[in-house]
């Protein structure tokens, strides 16, 4: 897409080259635009116009265009890094300097006003109104040695970020470094976008957090560069336009699993694919049009820098990231409008394009694979290029972004968002009237336009998924064939192999068969299956292509069983490594922890060393058998999804504006009247939308996976606002821990709850005991990654499942139990227990329950009762009626009656008795119950009295008792 200049070698570049190669000026009229090669091998020129009219076409060379490209990098640059610790003038010199120093052949002033112009004017420069610097000089005085920070998302209390001078040979050096050896405008440009920040960092931490403006230090410098290149590339030949992208479906392509390789392949496929419809937007206009998700660090986009654009300066991301599925299905990007949205439909239809093309060709690849296999009947797959090229549901919008006027937003929108005098944007543009119009400040009374338009490209793709999409439909078989059953994962689609019902089920046979059957790699198929062309090549896209596109080998892109989940912790202990003995022997099983022979199914593959009767393997499993007991049979899926997303997207839980303003210019619109505007929420800038979309990423690429991995469960996704992963029920106590503990010697369990917890402190941006930490942000190593904040919170749910359970239905147990935690007021925890006997329990767990919850498992563990909780429980509807201090006298009474060892471990250190204990604990319970169920949105009435909430805090109780006794019946 560079709009360098196409003409002979006479044009300017070319002539510019010639100059600088030294190239010899002899010119003909006959022979203008003709070159050749001397004996030297250099390029000469030959005879051409007087030496006046050449000196003129140098001169005129001087004055190139600038690539595409090159305008992009100049965008991004046009405030310096450190623009928040000078004066506007200081900043807007080391700019220029910084530019001139980058852009190969130099920049005109002129070229460079134009794009200032442009940028200032653009829908990217939207931004609070504020007043002169001069007229705030507090705000930039202070740079010299501290700067007044604020959270860019929730309200945290702003805090003195220490910095001192930065030199501006610092930031040239670092420049220079990243794109001396780059002679390509567009590598050029995305080096600097993706490592610049990473790489002034490593000098300097605190450059992650450097405000864009002093004045109102609510988003970071690189939120605002972002904007401005995302923009300046939609806006640079006319107007923009917002392009919406959707693909489905997700939940029930996710969800047709059978073991965990196929649940992870889903959401694996999901964001590789929605990682390809963002190529040609990506190609096209650079990462920085794409608003949502914000694509810096995405560890398919890093992959795609090293392979494609030869960036080696781009570390590869590591096995973790590359392992965890982070990219939404679904993105928002700015793009060209065109002449009546020429230009935005193409590219949309491209961004389709890309979809169709990348899953049949990765299908394509699975069903070659499978051909060449001995147990492929021919014409197997006389169905596959139906279902696979009609199954996924890809939906585009795009809207004109500034020809709407606001009247018309308005009126789409069916609110006065802007005209209404009470409307936080018709604040926010009030304070336009306290900045006199002789101060060069901000003045502008466009806030809110972006996130109005934001929202109402949301509203115009939900329109169209009013629209059902329907697969196209299989061909009838002619009268003599019968007509084939249905898949067993998707029964929406016909199995393949024979229709008839014979030949369908000898062909399906052949294939389970464990030595001969159709196997690539690790994944097979197993007896009872009858998979469509979808399901298969879901089944073996991980060896086939998604190992490929994640630079794994294909053996390396394993996951374990559920049997394997559930006794991760138990394996650990017993030094039993699944993946050794994988690579030893070529098959691993979790079931045969729960065999009673080495080969006692004969449908699955046998314990190694049977034919030669070594069975070390074995031997091994029961000599652990007798160390630790038997292996757990019970894991758990934690299903985890931010609060309110929507909201936060819209404005509607953004900081007031006196929130993110620096304390000096709150000073100054007070002064002049304008507290009103101050009270106002923040409308949502493109640059606030990068900020959210940051710290989603963050969530998702750089916490989730190591917290998970950390707790030793497997990660299924992590989409920044979701989680779905699989845990075994604690990786402590161990479970050599059989026998009673000396009073005071009983550390809290770790439990899927504990990483739960873990995870929601992480994505606000508690500190979770590391120190220094600033709130709203996470420290990983020696960065700060910048989260939510505290204001945004988790709902999860847990199900605990037994390994033989349908993984479909327990999946589907643990987002009832995450519907169960939005519907009781969000903020929560709901936790299931799926018994194997049928008898299922649940209990909604407050996030400041989970501490206790891990204490309770750890009493258990060291051999404390649970008698005094069946007691209770048995007189849960009297004592439910009861006033509060009932309920208390009557938990202290049961409780205190246990034996001494389980009083002592119930109070561990606690100088109180085990009742008093108990009874505090649920009383803390019973009040954040109470609080929750008082928020809006909860659905909840009234005041519930204490004694309601005794029968779910039994249930927790009784619930952490079968985390210990009943996870290996």
Known sequence: MTRASTEPWSSRATCLALRRSGALLRWKPQTWGKHDKGSDGRLHRLQGPPDSIAEEMLVEADERRLTFWDELLIAFLLEPPEAALLSPDEAEKRAEQYIRAIISGGVKSKQLQDIKRQVREGLGGEALPLPDPASVPG??????????????????????????????????????????????????FLAVWRLLPDRLAERRPWFRSLPADARAPGHSIWHAADARAGFYAAEKDGPPALLSFQLGPVQPFIAAARSVLDLWS?????????????????????????????????PLLDLWLRDRKSLSSVQEPSERARKAPCIPNRFLAVVPWGENGASAGALAEQCRTCVRQAWVKGAGQVRDKLK????????????????????????????????????????????????????????????????????????????????????????????????????????AAPPSEEFPGKCSLMGSFEQMGPSDFEGSRKFWEAAADPAKGLRIRRPRVRKGDRLCAVALAKRFAAPVFLAQELRFKPDELGFPDTATVAAAQWLCEARIDPEQVWRAHGVWNGQWLHWPCPNYDKDEEGVPGENDGSLWLWNRIQEAKKELGKPPTYYAILAMDADWMGEWLQG??????????????????NQRRASNSLAARRPVTPAAHAAISEALINFAVHVAPAVVGDHRGTLIYSGGDDVLALFPLRTSPSFRQTHATPTGQCPPAKTVLTCALELYRAFRGEDAGKAGTVKGYYKDGDRELLMMGPDATLSAGVAIVHYKDDLRLSLEAARRAERAAKEGGRDALQLAICRRSGEHSSALVTWNTVPFFDQLVSAFAAGASDRWTYHLHADRDTLSTLPEEAVCAEIRRQVDRAEKQTRDLLRGTDDRTAGKVI???????????????????????????????????????????????????
Not at 407 to 414: A, F, V, Y
Not at 663 to 668: A, K, L, R
Not at 946 to 962: E, K, P, R, Y
């Open 266 to 298: 889903g959401s694996a496929i999901l964001s590789w694919l929605a990682f390809q419809a963002m190529l040609p937007i990506i190609e096209g206009l650079g990462p920085t049009a794409v608003v949502f998700p914000r694509l810096r660090g995405v």
């Open 919 to 969: 009874e505090d604990a649920f009383m803390r319970y019973a009040k954040s119950r109470q609080d929750a169920e008082s928020r809006p949105g909860s659905g909840e009435r009234g005041k519930k009295p204490v004694g309601s909430f005794l029968c779910d805090f039994l249930t927790l109780c009784q619930s952490a008792s079968f985390f210990v006794r009943g996870e290996s019946k």
């Open 652 to 669: 509607k839980k953004a900081p007031h504006v006196e929130d993110i303003l620096h304390p000096s210019v709150i000073q100054y619109f």
């Open 372 to 475: 060449k296999l001995p147990s492929a009947y021919h014409g197997w797959d006389s169905r596959w290029d139906d279902q696979v090229e009609s199954f996924f549901e890809i939906r585009t919008s795009i809207m004109p972004a500034s020809s709407i006027p606001d009247q018309d937003i308005e009126t789409l929108l069916g609110e006065k968002c802007f005209s209404d005098p009470a409307s936080d944007a018709a604040k926010v543009r009030a304070l336009a009237n306290a900045v006199p119009s002789t101060e060069a400040g901000h003045r502008q009374r466009s806030a809110g336009r972006w996130q109005a338009l934001a929202e109402l490209s949301g509203r115009l793709m939900a329109a169209q998924r009013t629209v059902a999409h329907f697969p196209k439909s299989t061909k």
């Open 139 to 188: 705000c930039f005085g202070e740079a010299r040695g501290t700067l007044t920070v604020r959270h860019p998302i929730s309200r945290v209390p702003a805090w003195k970020l220490s910095t001192y001078d930065v030199s501006a040979n610092d930031v040239l050096s670092v420049l220079t470094g990243l794109v001396q050896v780059l002679t390509d405008p567009c590598a050029r």
